[in-house]
């Protein structure tokens, strides 16, 4: 369950830093495309420079981070189920040997 929710974290953070790398183009490529000359004339270029950057920053860790605890959440968990696993099979493994331990075995004058 914690890891569906990290994935899927990690795939909106991608997402959006996808999308804060596109608008970043200085030049006007992009930005023009997707209505941020609006945004860099209302906050003035330096200023919304400086937030795509900060941004691009924040979301580059934060998705870092959710795919390495991703990892370990998963590694954890697959080691959770391979204890359980194991623990059942020794159980079934005790419960097939019990019977034959209780049971007469026929002596060869039978």
Known sequence: MMYNILV?????CA???????????SK???SA??????ATQMMGARRANDFLE??????????MVLCL????VKAT???AKKSANAKAAQQEQVEAISPLEDAE??????
């Open 8 to 12: 899927i974290a990690a795939l909106i």
């Open 28 to 30: 006007g490529g992009a």
């Open 15 to 25: 997402v959006l830093l996808i999308l804060i790398v596109l608008i970043q183009d």
């Open 33 to 38: 495309a997707l209505g941020g000359s609006g």
């Open 105 to 110: 075995l026929p002596t060869k004058g039978q």
């Open 69 to 72: 605890s991703s990892t370990f």
């Open 54 to 63: 900060k941004a691009t920053w924040g979301f580059a860790i934060t998705f």
């Open 77 to 79: 968990d697959t080691e």
